[in-house]
T-cell receptor
Framework: GEDVEQSLFLSVREGDSSVINCTYTDSSSTYLYWYKQEPGAGLQLLTYIFSNMDMKQDQRLTVLLNKKDKHLSLRIADTQTGDSAIYFCAEGSSAGNMLTFGGGTRLMVKP | DAGVIQSPRHEVTEMGQEVTLRCKLISGHNSLFWYRQTMMRGLELLIY????????DSGMPEDRFSAKMPNASFSTLKIQPSEPRDSAVYFC???????????FGAGSRLTVL
């Protein structure tokens, strides 16, 4: 079955860049997503990328996709304390709306 | 739109009691997902509906769990009888089947004593 893996934890200093990595196994993935979860809240969609793209930029966020290696990354430029949260990678196929989520990476931003 | 609305936000109950969690979809969405989040197991998909029909319930832990969509905009997840190991945050998410983007509710935190 599908599997999505992420590292558990990342700590950066305010103003630095953060890079959160994700690997997935389903070669039929059509869409790959990054969601953010703040304490006590639901998951909020940050951005997503089609599998035929290799990069997407949205303000401070840059998503890189290496489809050959099944590797997805999220780069947050100029990381702020408000970026502290859990970030979930997810993959979905065109077969339906079911997403497979990774275990989440907890990002801690130190002032 | 107010987004996906879940209730209650918090519930504390005793083992053996029935628990009902509720979810209101975003208007126009036709797919509904129930997830459970725990520290140990992360985010698990319990069940998925499309156009009010359950499509995949393979994640439902056991017969104590049941989910329904009595209409196109509302769903319930029922646990009867509840057990301490059911303690978790339960999320509902909805989407429009052509959009491939899930919108999550704020979650219902369940504690079973």
């Amino acid at each position: 079955g599908e599997d999505v893996e992420q590292s558990l934890f990342l700590s950066v200093r305010e103003g630095d860049s953060s890079v959160i990595n994700c690997t997935y196994t389903d070669s039929s993935s059509t869409y790959l997503y990054w969601y953010k979860q703040e304490p006590g809240a639901g998951l909020q969609l940050l951005t997503y990328i089609f599998s035929n793209m290799d990069m997407k930029q949205d303000q401070r966020l840059t998503v890189l996709l290496n489809k050959k290696d099944k590797h997805l990354s999220l780069r947050i430029a100029d990381t702020q304390t408000g970026d502290s949260a859990i970030y979930f990678c997810a993959e979905g196929s065109s077969a339906g709306n079911m997403l497979t989520f990774g275990g989440g990476t907890r990002l801690m931003v130190k002032p | 739109d107010a987004g996906v609305i879940q209730s209650p936000r918090h519930e504390v109950t005793e083992m053996g009691q029935e628990v009902t969690l509720r979810c209101k979809l975003i208007s126009g969405h036709n797919s509904l997902f129930w997830y459970r989040q725990t520290m140990m197991r992360g985010l698990e998909l319990l069940i998925y509906f499309n156009n009010n029909v359950p499509i995949d319930d393979s994640g439902m832990p056991e017969d104590r769990f049941s989910a329904k969509m009595p209409n196109a905009s509302f769903s319930t997840l029922k646990i009867q009888p509840s057990e301490p190991r059911d303690s978790a945050v339960y999320f509902c998410a909805s989407s429009y089947s052509g959009a491939n983007v899930l919108t999550f509710g704020a979650g219902s935190r369940l504690t079973v004593l």
